[in-house]
């Protein structure tokens, strides 16, 4: 007899749980602004040796994702593209593909950091003509195993 995988919701709870409290509150508060934000979409978490990574995106494959948060033991960052533009110069990082910037409460989310709720929404709209999204999109759990590092990657649809 096999022991039942954990649901996709307990999988995160106990990635999460390696956080700090007020990472951990901070994160419950920012993750269904995203959701919201994002119907519809595939929600992907990676779990990285230290750091917790959930990504938004219009499949399973996580370089195609519009924005992701990166939990990390000290702070809350939210990732875009780099494609996107950036005329104030408020994203850090010079990476090849995504620059960020970090949250310190999840009203930035909405307006507490300039450029925040509208990056997500140039994201978004750059990346809805091609690829609609369902906003009654059911929510669906998979995981499998990605890399030689074995990391778990949880995988649902965000309605």
Not at 67 to 89: E, M, N, Q
Not at 121 to 130: K, S, V
Request: net charge positive; with cysteine; glycine share 8%.
């Amino acid at each position: 007899m096999t022991a039942r995988q954990p649901s996709p919701n307990a999988q995160f709870a106990a990635f999460l749980s390696r956080f700090p409290p007020e990472i951990v509150a901070l994160v419950k508060r920012c993750l269904p602004k995203r959701r919201r934000a994002f119907p519809g979409s595939y929600q992907l978490v990676y779990d990285y040796s230290n750091s917790l990574v959930v990504a938004f995106g219009m499949s399973e494959r996580g370089y195609e994702a519009i924005v992701a948060i990166a939990i990390f033991p000290r702070w809350v960052r939210l990732y875009f593209d780099k494609s996107l533009p950036d005329p104030k110069g408020l994203l850090e990082g010079s990476g090849a593909k995504v620059r960020s910037v970090t949250l310190k409460a999840a009203l930035d989310l909405d307006h507490g950091y300039p450029g925040t709720h509208q990056g997500c929404d140039q994201a978004r709209r750059g990346h809805l003509p091609a690829h609609p999204l369902d906003p009654h999109g059911h929510q669906v759990g998979v995981e499998e195993a990605e890399t030689e590092e074995n990391r778990a990657r949880l995988t649902r649809r965000c309605s």
